[in-house]
């Protein structure tokens, strides 16, 4: 793979033409390489929406990154550990073991959403914020 041998530009061309076709794996790469800059222009609110396609689509990997967003926050994107929270609950749930890791420290660390509502008492809501059902 391109990206592997560091020619990230080259990389997120192919990412960008898997992504177009289908590919969520294609997507997910897309969108990390919009969040961090390697290789395109940095585009925080781009990368969540790639990797949202993407976790929409059950790519575990791609839900852990939006788990990862979340949880800092970044340019465009408010940090919001409800959300992170319920990325990686659906990480961990399609079969990420870096998505159970998160989510369980989230619950041991009980931190707190918004108004002092804590994460442990919140149950899991991605299912209807994600598939809208």
């Known amino acids: 793979m391109e990206h592997q041998k560091g020619n990230t530009s080259l990389a997120s061309e192919h990412y960008a033409k898997a992504c177009e076709s289908g590919s969520m794996p294609g997507c997910t790469n897309l969108?990390?390489?919009?969040?961090?800059?390697d290789g395109v222009e940095e585009n925080p609110k781009k990368a969540k929406k790639l990797l949202t396609k993407a976790c929409k689509n059950r790519?575990?990997?791609?839900?852990?990154?939006?788990?990862?967003?979340?949880?800092?926050?970044?340019?465009?994107?408010d940090k919001n550990i409800r959300k992170s929270?319920?990325?990686?609950?659906m990480g961990c749930k399609i079969g990420y073991d870096k998505s159970c890791d998160q989510y369980n420290l989230i619950r041991e660390k009980r931190e707190t959403i918004g108004s002092g509502t804590d994460v442990k008492d919140l149950g899991y809501t991605y299912t209807t914020e994600i598939y809208g059902g």
Do not use: E, Q
Not at 59 to 77: E, F, P, Q, T, V
């Open 31 to 37: 969108g990390v390489l919009y969040f961090t800059g």
């Open 59 to 77: 790519h575990a990997k791609a839900c852990y990154h939006l788990g990862s967003i979340y949880k800092r926050g970044a340019d465009g994107i």
């Open 85 to 89: 929270r319920m990325f990686y609950a």
